[in-house]
């Protein structure tokens, strides 16, 4: 069975900062893997995913990700936080062997100080 | 804008009420699922449907229950509501297929429930 571990549950940055939040997955093969993101009281909205090709992905917002299979990370950075950062932010992890259902991490919360 | 939506966005009912929370999709996505998330906490898939007349039940158990008779439509349904079932449902959707078969979802804003 698949499974995502994202081991910060809460991340204190301030604005203008650089941002890192890990992600770790356990699947036998590439899964696809995504991350999304819920500003308080909303949906989840998507700002990047990895399927294939080239490890290094660009998002939304700034934000990117590399996928590093010898270490099954999937880790979101952004160079300059923004106050708007602020959010929960879910890893979540797809396999076509588990039928496309995703699997969700518990999710990183992200303070921005002024 | 959103292309799926969900009513009620707050629900306050009583115990022992029937509930009935909408979702409906403008995308013609073949896929819809259900999640419950609990304050700070991940989501858990509950219920889901590759098309219609198909729902399937997901990785957490769930007394709701679903149906899918029209493609953009797919309302959860809890019969009694209780205080366990207090929670944030989320709706999504995504393509069938795809060139890598990978589902890309689309979620709802949600809607959060709280039974007395």
């Known amino acids: 069975a698949q499974s995502v571990t994202q081991p910060d549950i809460h991340i204190t940055v301030s604005e203008g900062a650089s941002l890192e939040l890990r992600c770790n997955y356990s699947?036998?093969?590439?899964?696809?893997l995504f991350w999304y993101v819920q500003s308080p009281g909303q949906g989840l909205q998507l700002l990047l995913k990895?399927?294939?090709?080239?490890?290094l992905v660009q998002g939304i917002k700034g934000f990117e990700a590399e996928f590093k299979r010898s270490q099954s990370s999937f880790n979101l950075r952004k160079p300059s936080v923004h106050w708007s950062d602020a959010a929960e932010y879910f890893c979540?992890?797809?396999?076509?062997?588990?039928?496309?259902?995703?699997?969700f991490g518990g999710g990183t919360r992200v303070l921005v100080k002024p | 804008e959103a292309d799926i939506y969900q009513t009620p966005r707050y629900l306050v009912i009583g115990t022992g009420k029937k509930i009935t929370l909408e979702c409906s999709q403008t995308?013609?996505?073949?896929?819809m699922y259900w999640y419950q998330q609990d304050p700070g906490m991940e989501l858990h898939l509950i219920h889901y449907?590759?098309?219609?007349?198909?729902?399937e039940k997901g990785d957490l158990s769930s007394e709701s229950t679903v149906s899918r008779i029209r493609t953009e439509h797919f309302p959860l349904t809890l019969e009694s509501a209780r205080p366990s079932h207090t929670s944030q449902y989320l709706c999504?959707?995504?393509?069938?297929?795809?060139?890598?078969?990978?589902?890309?979802?689309?979620f709802g804003a949600g809607s959060r429930l709280t039974v007395l």
């Open positions: 990895y399927f294939s090709g080239d490890t």
């Open positions: 999504a959707s995504s393509e069938l297929g795809g060139r890598t078969g990978a589902n890309v979802l689309t």
């Open positions: 449907s590759y098309g219609v007349n198909s729902t």
């Open positions: 979540a992890v797809g396999a076509a062997a588990a039928g496309n259902k995703l699997t």
């Open positions: 699947y036998g093969a590439t899964p696809y």
């Open positions: 995308m013609g996505h073949d896929k």
